[in-house]
């Protein structure tokens, strides 16, 4: 396999274009930009090409501009696989809840084969393929609708709507659902949930307005305080909660957070 230096000579060299050019190229990009890190010496041109020298991600970024060539793709001649960053984000758990990247970027690349069809509306046998993609929501293997929806992770030491939403689940958040409804529901399991945003992080909860203030509710399980903030000056209404994947593992890992063996417990 041809090697990212020679991929990239080939790029300049279809171009036509000279060592000088390409650093006179460069150094246009770095005024433009405010900083020498984006300009590419002659003799540093010469060692990304012939002596497979990684280049900087300012080198790299001018290269591209100049050879007008997708940086993504560049990325992975490096061995940097660009697309599947959402995917191995989802693979580390964090304690506190959180957003999957954002509108643009929440997307995920799943090895599906091709003869493997998924229908979620039917009962299927998946061991084998979480055994090669490892924990992943059901939700992802159809596909994120980025366009409609904003996707986060509960946290793993997040108990605010447990049992409801289990530290762990994976939500889909609708953005057009931001307005917070005062009525509506019959029982805890209709009540709307809201994912928010505010200067210390993210929150998932039960929500009211009252004047100008903002009033965050856990469920009563998890024993924590109501949260009070100015609104809209302290926190954002990112969407209404209208999805969820969860684990089946939290009751354990609440009775190992709590310093009982979970062993001792078997699931039911």
Request: hydrophobic share 40%; proline share 6%.
């Amino acid at each position: 396999m041809d090697r990212p230096g020679e991929k990239l000579k080939r790029a300049r060299e279809r171009l036509d274009l000279t060592f000088r050019e390409v650093e006179d190229a460069s150094q246009q990009i770095a005024r433009r930009r405010g900083s020498d890190e984006f300009a590419i010496g002659l003799s540093r041109l010469a060692d990304i090409e012939n002596k497979q020298t990684v280049p900087s991600i300012f080198r790299l970024y001018s290269l591209c501009a100049i050879y007008r060539l997708e940086f993504d793709e560049v990325l992975s001649w490096y061995g940097v696989p660009r697309d599947m960053l959402s995917s191995d984000s989802a693979q580390i758990e964090l304690r506190v809840t959180h957003q999957v990247g954002t509108a643009a970027e929440a997307r995920v690349t799943l090895p599906q084969p091709a003869d493997i069809k998924i229908d979620l509306n039917e009962t299927t046998f998946l061991s084998h393929m979480l055994r090669r993609w490892g924990k992943m929501p059901l939700g992802i293997l159809n596909g994120l609708d980025t366009r409609r929806f904003r996707y986060a992770f509960i946290g793993t030491e997040d108990w605010s709507m447990h049992p409801l939403l289990p530290p762990g689940s994976f939500l889909a958040i609708d953005q057009g659902r931001r307005k917070i409804a005062a009525d509506g529901w019959t029982s805890e399991f209709e009540r709307p949930i809201y994912f928010l945003e505010h200067r210390g992080g993210y929150l998932c909860g039960w929500c009211a307005i009252s004047g100008e203030k903002l009033i965050v509710q856990s469920h009563p399980s998890s024993d924590n305080p109501m949260a009070i903030f100015e609104y809209p000056r302290e926190i954002d209404v990112i969407g209404q909660v209208v999805g969820a994947a969860m684990p089946i593992d939290a009751r354990r890992r609440r009775r190992a957070r709590n310093g009982a063996d979970p062993s001792a417990f078997p699931d039911q």
